[in-house]
């Protein structure tokens, strides 16, 4: 049976005013309904790392719309920004093998514990209270597995994580909304060249 990881994120956010939260994100458009609901609980940093993303000048793009964004937008608490290394070539042997894989299967999947971990370590090593990822507010990604991961770098890392389905009540739909209304960039392909690749 799935787990409702909506209804779970809105019993925790019951208990939340202030603490800090160390939120993955892959681009402006994805977190831009994310950091609008989340930054009323917590203290938002957002984390990107997305060594997946390619070309460079993709990756590069998608950094400047996410600084943009959190610049313009208005939350109760300040959100900040931390970019770490790129990684590419990490990503690519992560995921040798699985070129071929269908989108949104194994390969992806490999990507998620990528950045998730990354995500998780920085938190623990930084006295983060909890981390998250932004991943799930599209339709294309796997809400289940990515909690899935969660949970197990939560117990691995011993910090807690944000269980969420951020597509849930309109989410993506509200992020459509709010990329037209701040004028961001959305792009056409996740971000690997794999991905691009099955883009019609």
Same mark, same amino acid.
Request: charge should be neutral; charged fraction near 30%.
């Given at each position: 049976?799935?787990?409702?990881?909506?209804?779970?994120?809105?019993?925790?956010?019951?208990?939340?005013?202030?603490?800090?939260?160390?939120?993955?994100?892959?681009?402006?458009?994805?977190?831009?309904?994310?950091?609008?609901?989340?930054?009323?609980?917590? &203290?938002?940093?957002? %984390?990107?790392?997305?060594?997946?993303? #390619? $070309? /460079?000048?993709?990756? *590069? !793009?998608?950094? +400047?719309?996410?600084?943009?964004?959190?610049?313009?937008?208005?939350?109760?608490?300040?959100?900040?920004?931390?970019?770490?290394?790129?990684?590419?070539?990490?990503?690519?042997?992560?995921?040798?093998?699985?070129?071929?894989?269908?989108?949104?299967?194994?390969?992806?999947?490999?990507?998620?514990?990528?950045?998730?971990?990354?995500?998780?370590?920085?938190?623990?090593?930084? &006295?983060?209270?909890? %981390?998250?990822?932004?991943?799930?507010? #599209? $339709? /294309?990604?796997?809400? *289940? !597995?990515?909690? +899935?991961?969660?949970?197990?770098?939560?117990?691995?890392?011993?910090?807690?994580?944000?269980?969420?389905?951020?597509?849930?009540?309109?989410?993506?739909?509200?992020?459509?909304?709010?990329?037209?209304?701040?004028?961001?960039?959305?792009?056409?392909?996740?971000?690997?060249?794999?991905?691009?690749?099955?883009?019609?």
């Amino acid at each position: 049976m799935k787990e409702n990881y909506q209804k779970i994120m809105e019993e925790m956010l019951k208990n939340i005013d202030g603490q800090t939260l160390l939120l993955h994100s892959c681009c402006a458009p994805c977190s831009s309904y994310v950091i609008g609901l989340l930054s009323n609980y917590f &203290k938002i940093t957002i %984390f990107y790392y997305n060594p997946n993303i #390619s $070309p /460079y000048e993709e990756y *590069q !793009k998608r950094v +400047e719309e996410q600084i943009r964004f959190i610049n313009e937008l208005d939350t109760k608490y300040k959100v900040d920004f931390i970019e770490v290394d790129y990684e590419h070539e990490e990503f690519l042997n992560i995921v040798e093998g699985l070129e071929n894989e269908k989108e949104g299967g194994k390969r992806c999947f490999k990507c998620y514990h990528q950045r998730l971990e990354k995500t998780a370590e920085f938190a623990k090593a930084n &006295k983060y209270d909890y %981390f998250c990822t932004t991943l799930s507010v #599209s $339709p /294309y990604k796997n809400a *289940q !597995k990515l909690n +899935e991961i969660g949970k197990l770098l939560e117990e691995q890392y011993n910090i807690k994580y944000l269980y969420s389905d951020f597509k849930k009540n309109d989410g993506y739909k509200k992020s459509i909304e709010l990329s037209k209304e701040y004028n961001l960039y959305r792009q056409d392909y996740c971000g690997c060249k794999y991905s691009k690749n099955t883009v019609k």
